[in-house]
């Protein structure tokens, strides 16, 4: 069965600190992975989007990195804020089966404070 | 990338009544998605709007309960009938301008059934 798994499921940092959320799925053959942040009672907010043939992408203090063989992916944030504070999402393509639907983690609940 | 309009951004609804949720985008594009996020879950597909046909529908979910529109390339409405509290949830529209590229989000829709 292909599924995405995040940790940790609650993150609590102090402001500037750099953090790491992690994504892992169970079948390295992927399409392609997506980053998302949800604030509270929101829609969802693409942040990165990596191919299946990259080894990562930035924008701005996001930086995604995507590990195939071992089934991972990690979305680095530098100095965060308090701003930062959302649900992150990570969703993938799987080549086969589902019929490339997204199949999703349940997030990870960040909170940045000042 | 793709912009999307959604409304109502929430809404209180009585059980037995329907709501109609709209969903419009600011470019034509292939595919659009209706998505439901039960608190504190992760987002569950319910059907792809396909225009010029009918929706089609993931496992558990059925026309009757869940009525779709897309009478063009640019707009789709869901509908949830007969609600009853279980329907509280967060409906989300998405796109992807091509098949299986970047998934983009409206902003939501909250719906709390009394």
């Known amino acids: 069965k292909q599924e995405v798994t995040q940790i940790p499921a609650a993150l609590s940092v102090p402001e500037g600190e750099n953090l790491v959320l992690n994504c892992s799925f169970t079948d390295s053959a992927i399409y392609n992975l997506q980053w998302f942040r949800q604030d509270p009672g929101k829609g969802l907010t693409s942040l990165l989007l990596?191919?299946?043939s990259q080894r990562e992408q930035t924008s701005g203090r996001l930086n995604a990195s995507l590990d195939k063989s071992s089934g991972r992916s990690t979305l680095y944030i530098a100095a965060s804020q308090p701003g930062d504070s959302a649900t992150y999402l990570c969703?993938?393509?799987?080549?086969?089966?589902?019929?490339?639907?997204?199949?999703w983690g349940l997030g990870t609940s960040l909170a940045v404070n000042p | 990338s793709a912009v999307i309009s959604q409304k109502p951004s929430r809404d209180i609804c009585q059980r037995g009544t329907s709501l109609t949720i709209q969903c419009q985008v600011d470019?034509?594009?292939?595919?659009m998605f209706w998505y439901r996020q039960q608190p504190g879950q992760s987002l569950t597909l319910i059907a792809t709007?396909?225009?010029?046909?009918?929706?089609?529908?993931e496992s558990g979910f059925v026309i009757d309960k869940f009525p779709i529109s897309r009478p063009n390339l640019t707009f789709s409405t869901l509908t949830v009938s007969n609600m009853s509290p279980e329907d509280s949830s967060i409906y989300l529209c998405?796109?992807?301008?091509?098949?299986?590229?970047?998934?983009?989000f409206g902003q939501g829709t909250r719906l709390t059934v009394v």
């Open positions: 470019s034509q594009v292939t595919m």
């Open positions: 998405s796109v992807n301008i091509q098949e299986n590229t970047e998934a983009f």
């Open positions: 990596i191919q299946s």
């Open positions: 709007a396909n225009q010029g046909s009918e929706a089609t529908y």
């Open positions: 969703a993938v393509r799987f080549n086969a089966g589902n019929n490339r639907k997204l199949i």
